[in-house]
């Protein structure tokens, strides 16, 4: 079979290893020919493409990024997008087209397939892990590990000088990266959008740190939490050219309120691109290179309109319209029964 592959939405730890494994299960057991489309859709509708082999994949596991290049949009943003996918599939020969990228990169491909019959099979990627129907995406463990590497760091120089630090990590509509890292970096609150916070209560409890004698706390707050209504003010968020609010700076609002209402010295801290780039973890590689397996598997099955994702011990499928338009939230058994006992 001839099939393309394309990379959408932003960069994430592990995309390369998801290539390496469709091209190595392609090629060396299906006997594929694997086309890689730059910059996401824009390479489909313009053809600009890369041929994907074993070889030219050599070495590729552990880097992060992505060989193909990814940009956001979608072909149903210009009147003609479409059809000029269209024609790519059909002019050169392609027998299906393997999406990787996050929930809008899964939508496009799920009203693709439902509303043009074009011949795609999903896998979905995110450091944030929202995506419903899989209950792990890879990239996920890579950006808990790095933001847990940076608060072990930041321990010592709070304590160092008595300070706040508050985190900023990533997670525009869910709190998993949050979550997980301040638990695992034994954080003093941890913000979540799942959960509005009081800024009230949050100063109260690095308050209470102090007069047990803890002079240095460490806030992790998601990019995309938000205070409770009343709490205090963060003004308006500006949008992108796709509608998209644009996330980022929380933690500098945060910290300056802290600072303010309890008279501590605060730093805040954006991690930002930080936590999507460099190498992925040992489980992050697994779970691409299996995602990357089943995924050509997916397509000589003609599992059209599926998406790979991780179940149990184990890799399966799952129609892409279980991601359209939904968020994976965290469990709020982790965040409520776990995390908060060691909050302040």
């Given at each position: 079979?001839?099939?393309?592959?394309?990379?959408?939405?932003?960069?994430?730890?592990?995309?390369?290893?998801?290539?390496?494994?469709i091209?190595?299960?392609?090629?060396?057991?299906?006997?594929?020919?694997?086309?890689?489309?730059?910059d996401?859709w824009?390479?489909?509708?313009?053809?600009?493409?890369?041929?994907?082999?074993?070889?030219?994949?050599?070495?590729?596991l552990?880097?992060?990024g992505?060989?193909?290049?990814?940009?956001r949009?979608s072909?149903?943003?210009?009147p003609?997008?479409?059809?000029?996918?269209?024609?790519?599939?059909?002019?050169?020969g392609?027998?299906?087209?393997?999406v990787?990228?996050?929930?809008?990169s899964?939508?496009?491909?799920?009203?693709l397939?439902d509303?043009?019959?074009?011949?795609?099979?999903?896998?979905?990627k995110?450091?944030?892990?929202?995506?419903?129907?899989?209950?792990?995406?890879?990239g996920?463990?890579?950006?808990?590990?790095?933001a847990?590497?940076?608060?072990?760091r930041?321990?010592?120089?709070?304590?160092?000088?008595?300070?706040?630090?508050?985190?900023?990590?990533?997670?525009?509509?869910?709190?998993?990266?949050?979550?997980?890292?301040?638990?695992a970096?034994?954080?003093?609150?941890?913000?979540?959008?799942?959960q509005?916070?009081?800024?009230?209560?949050?100063?109260?409890?690095?308050?209470?740190?102090?007069?047990?004698?803890?002079?240095?706390?460490?806030?992790?707050?998601?990019?995309?939490?938000?205070?409770?209504e009343?709490?205090?003010d963060?003004?308006?968020r500006?949008?992108?050219?796709?509608?998209?609010?644009?996330?980022?700076?929380?933690?500098?609002?945060?910290?300056?309120?802290?600072?303010r209402?309890?008279?501590?010295?605060?730093?805040?801290?954006?991690?930002?691109?930080v936590?999507?780039g460099g190498?992925p973890?040992?489980?992050?590689?697994?779970?691409?290179?299996?995602?990357?397996?089943?995924a050509?598997?997916?397509?000589h099955?003609?599992?059209?309109g599926?998406?790979v994702?991780?179940?149990?011990?184990?890799?399966?499928?799952?129609?892409?319209?279980?991601?359209?338009?939904?968020?994976?939230?965290?469990?709020?058994?982790?965040?409520?029964?776990?995390?908060?006992?060691?909050?302040a």
């Amino acid at each position: 079979m001839r099939v393309g592959v394309l990379t959408g939405g932003g960069d994430c730890p592990g995309l390369n290893a998801v290539i390496r494994a469709i091209v190595r299960k392609g090629e060396r057991s299906w006997g594929d020919e694997i086309v890689g489309f730059l910059d996401a859709w824009d390479g489909v509708r313009e053809r600009r493409t890369i041929p994907l082999t074993v070889e030219s994949m050599r070495g590729s596991l552990p880097k992060g990024g992505t060989v193909l290049g990814t940009r956001r949009g979608s072909p149903f943003d210009d009147p003609d997008g479409v059809s000029e996918v269209r024609a790519t599939v059909d002019d050169m020969g392609l027998d299906g087209i393997i999406v990787i990228g996050g929930n809008g990169s899964l939508s496009v491909a799920c009203k693709l397939h439902d509303e043009h019959d074009l011949p795609v099979v999903g896998v979905p990627k995110t450091i944030d892990n929202d995506i419903v129907g899989t209950e792990m995406t890879f990239g996920f463990n890579t950006a808990v590990q790095i933001a847990t590497d940076a608060i072990d760091r930041l321990h010592t120089t709070a304590e160092s000088h008595d300070r706040v630090m508050v985190v900023e990590v990533m997670g525009r509509h869910s709190g998993w990266i949050a979550t997980q890292a301040g638990i695992a970096g034994g954080a003093a609150v941890v913000l979540i959008p799942e959960q509005p916070f009081d800024i009230d209560e949050v100063c109260a409890r690095i308050v209470r740190r102090h007069e047990r004698g803890r002079y240095a706390s460490i806030v992790v707050v998601a990019e995309g939490a938000l205070p409770k209504e009343g709490s205090f003010d963060i003004g308006r968020r500006e949008v992108d050219r796709f509608g998209h609010v644009r996330f980022g700076g929380i933690g500098y609002l945060v910290a300056e309120e802290i600072g303010r209402r309890t008279g501590f010295e605060t730093r805040p801290v954006l991690l930002g691109h930080v936590q999507r780039g460099g190498t992925p973890t040992a489980f992050d590689r697994v779970l691409s290179t299996q995602f990357g397996v089943a995924a050509i598997d997916a397509v000589h099955a003609g599992a059209w309109g599926q998406m790979v994702v991780a179940r149990g011990p184990g890799v399966e499928l799952a129609s892409l319209e279980e991601a359209v338009g939904r968020t994976r939230y965290v469990d709020m058994s982790l965040y409520e029964g776990v995390a908060q006992i060691f909050f302040a």
